[in-house]
């Protein structure tokens, strides 16, 4: 099913209040955009979700993925990824990763650590590291 002009306008601006950490309950949302819950739940279901608070949390996942992935900063990468270890390792990895920029770089993950795997290789792309990744 195609959405409205109407529900991708609301879909839209439930995507901006998501970015601006807007409460997103149900029906303030509706109160917000001045439409009922349920057109908000049917909008949800034209989107392939089960409901409207499976679509935002969804939302929410996209937006904090975005967020983190938006620059390789390697102070953000140790206070995300790999804040239990030391600062001498993490850094001694850090430059050891932009160093071998000329080289091919293999990374395997299973479990949680493919979302690493996974969120060094989008960063190394952008960076013109050339990096192979795996999941397990």
């Given at each position: ?37 349920a ?6 279901q ?72 996974e ?11 050339r ?6």
């Amino acid at each position: 099913m195609r959405l409205t002009n109407l529900q991708e306008k609301i879909f839209s601006e439930i995507k901006e209040d998501i970015k601006s950490n807007l409460d997103m309950s149900i029906n303030k949302t509706a109160r917000r955009h001045y439409v009922s819950p349920a057109l908000l739940v049917k909008i949800s279901q034209k989107m392939g979700y089960s409901g409207y608070r499976s679509m935002i949390y969804s939302l929410m996942g996209d937006a904090k993925k975005y967020d983190i992935a938006r620059d390789f900063n390697p102070e953000m990468f140790q206070k995300v990824f790999i804040s239990n270890y030391s600062e001498e390792m993490v850094s001694s990895f850090v430059s050891h990763f932009i160093v071998a920029k000329n080289e091919y770089i293999y990374a395997a993950g299973n479990g949680y650590s493919s979302l690493v795997v996974e969120y060094l290789s989008k960063r190394a792309l952008k960076k013109d590291i050339r990096l192979f990744l795996m999941t397990v």
